[in-house]
């Protein structure tokens, strides 16, 4: 397992999470029932056959929300709904009013909900817990913060905020593919997203070319500023980075997986526990330089 976004959140790193196991079991996913669209609670990020519903490795935590989602697709409940209301109409010689729409399109709903089919989800997150930091696994921040609610609600209290950034994200960006010295470690990629800075400006995405070179340039000069930035860290792991801080495309290269292969493959826990430990290594490392670049503001009072 290789996260492949990191929506970003931090909170105080003198929280409390000696009772973490417990707390998550609690709030363990419950099957969805007859009648809800959707639940949510916690699984063993290793698998329905591995109890613990959390894996630490030194300052890491890994810990898996889960849920099941029933699929109930509008068009089917739309098509029963206007067969329901032209029958109406036939019989009594009236269209339905709007109150009797309502009523019984929610008749439908409950009717075809303990038929849907479900469907299984789950999201993963790291808690680093040395810098105050959850890294959920996904490019949507209104998926993270429902992740966030769930270990929220396993905690009682889980005071997390989106990452801030005390200088401009977009500065930053625009100035390193302008020639601005990089951190130590990290080298351009080959993508980026430039935008003119009106709200109705043009946006320009750009793939597979070389950052520093005389188109990128001429773009830059007219105005245009960067809101999304490929990198390498090492040659160890490549990403982009937004405005908004979220971490997108994240992938280890051959750099960090090549001690993959020390591994016995035949061990799945084995392998999953030294892929994470991996993962959470050179996530410390990338949030290192990330938070001097950016200087990202703690949560500690």
Known sequence: ??????????????????????????????????????????IPPMGQHHAAFQHACDDALW?????????????????LLQKKLAAIEEKEGRKPGGRTRKRIKDDLVTELLPRAFVRPVRTDALIDTAFGVIAVDTSSRKSAEGTVSEVRR???????LPLNAEVAPRAILTGWIAGDPLPDGLALGDECELRDPTDTGAVVKIQRMDLSGDEIAKHLESGKQAT??????????????????IVRKFKL?????????AGNDDDIVAELETRFALMA??????????????KLSKADA
């Open 63 to 79: 810990l898996t929300v889960g849920g099941e989602d029933k699929l109930l697709p509008g068009a089917v409940v739309n098509d």
């Open 1 to 42: 397992m290789f996260f492949r976004n990191l929506t970003l959140f931090r909170f105080p790193t003198s929280l409390d999470l000696s009772d973490l196991e417990t707390q998550l079991t609690e709030c363990a996913l419950k099957p969805v029932g007859a009648l809800e669209l959707s639940s949510r609670g916690f």
């Open 253 to 261: 290269l051959d750099g960090a997986v090549d001690q993959l292969e």
């Open 228 to 245: 999304r930035l490929a990198l390498t860290l090492d040659d160890h792991v490549s990403f982009v980075i937004g405005e908004d801080l």
């Open 281 to 294: 290594g050179e996530f410390k490392r990338l949030f290192t330089v990330l938070e001097t670049a950016f």
């Open 154 to 160: 396993a905690l009682g209290s889980f005071p997390a």
